[in-house]
């Protein structure tokens, strides 16, 4: 039976942490190497899986039991092989950051870092899609992410990105888990029962694509992996022994431009420091939900949609691309709803914006 009593930080045990981090792990089948702990999958011997049904279940369900019983994240090389796309991309965010600060409406504060050490675009994914609608299509038709993001959340998952810029000599995050517990403070997060914290991790997958090629010195993400098995990760990364331990533990994976690393939430993790006196560490987060819980930015897909929907007429995508984008973009769930003006007629839900641009 579950245990449901009342959750607090007196139920902490360091020593059930470190021993679940220490869990033996082999390379998974499908990834071509693991690094410091950590499955990497290279997405030009995987491609023939991604239009395979049964072979992409397996791809999916390896990568999903990778993110929950595994080390709780892994990377895909080589998952833009044209290096365009990515400086097409890259030249847009710069621009936008640059228009943020010359407003003063961008950047301020930040998650688990001082303000001020990096430059931040909240929401790069609905101001790249109408700055840009071309760029961000390509962008996005990136069936990696879309693999990824279906494999943790299943279909209709809602897409939410923001961009981390961080400047040589940029400073570390501190260790935590991510959005939704991971952004209460910690007696917040103890209000919530026990099979809270368990569902909190399966709402949301956290992933990042690299702009530039990051080696360790620029400060790639630090990760503990297996920390994501530990009930009670919501209220334990606030404290200062399982902190320690997380400095102590952490690893790093250097990633090449293009690249995409995935991570459970629930992950203890953080932004790297960078120590090199050259790399400018572009970086788009993504932060994908679930169709059943709520993304963390408010996202206005009419105007992206608007500006997209245009251009995607004209342009010439595989049946595959075509998808990624549409599932980045376009609302798929058809909740929470007005069952007066849209009442369940002829089904159990009305159609939604996926439903009219996915290919038929």
């Known amino acids: 039976m ?6 607090s930080a007196a139920s902490l045990d360091l020593d059930a942490f470190k021993e679940l981090i220490n869990t033996p792990y082999t390379k998974p089948t499908l990834a071509a190497s693991m690094e410091s702990g950590v499955p990497i999958y ?3 011997a ?28 892994f990377a895909i090389t080589g998952a833009t092989p044209d290096g365009a796309v990515i400086d097409q991309a890259s030249a847009v965010l ?17 998650h688990f870092a001082a303000a001020g050490l990096n430059d931040r675009l909240w929401n790069s994914l609905e101001k790249h899609a109408i700055a840009a609608p071309e760029s961000f299509i390509n962008y996005y038709a990136n069936p990696w992410i879309a693999a990824a993001s279906e494999a943790w959340l299943g279909p209709r998952y809602q897409m939410t990105a923001q961009v981390n810029l961080v400047h040589p000599g940029g400073k570390p995050q501190t260790g935590h888990r991510d959005y939704h517990l991971g952004f209460m403070q910690q007696q917040q997060s103890a209000q919530f029962p026990l099979h809270a914290h368990l569902l909190s991790a399966a709402l949301t997958l956290q992933g990042a694509i690299a702009h530039v090629d990051i080696p360790i010195e620029a400060g790639p993400t630090k ?5 994501q098995k530990y009930d009670l990760g919501y209220l334990a990364y606030h404290e200062q022994a399982f902190r320690d331990v ?10 090449g431009k293009g690249d995409l690393l995935w991570f459970n939430p629930a992950t203890f993790h953080a932004a790297g420091e960078n120590r090199t006196p050259d790399v400018e560490r572009l970086v ?25 929907e245009p251009v995607l007429a004209s342009m010439r995508l595989t049946e595959l691309e075509r998808r990624a984008v549409v599932a980045a973009s376009a609302e798929g769930y058809a909740f929470p709803l007005n069952l007066d003006t849209n009442p369940p007629v002829g089904g159990l839900a009305p159609a939604t914006d996926q439903d009219r641009l996915a290919p038929s």
């Open 2 to 7: 579950m245990k449901t009593q009342r959750l």
């Open 42 to 44: 290279d997405a030009a």
């Open 94 to 110: 710069f621009d936008l950051i640059a228009q943020e600060k010359a407003r003063a409406s961008g950047g301020g504060g930040d």
């Open 246 to 255: 997380f400095e102590e533990r952490y690893v790093q994976v250097a990633l």
């Open 284 to 308: 788009n987060l993504f932060q994908v939900s679930s169709a059943f819980g709520r993304a963390m930015e408010t996202i206005d897909r009419t105007a992206m949609l608007a500006a997209i």
């Open 46 to 73: 995987l491609a023939d899986r991604l239009e395979d049904g049964e072979r992409r279940g397996q791809m999916l369900d390896e990568w999903a039991d990778v993110l929950l019983t595994g080390p709780g994240c």
């Open 223 to 227: 990760l503990l992996p297996h920390s």
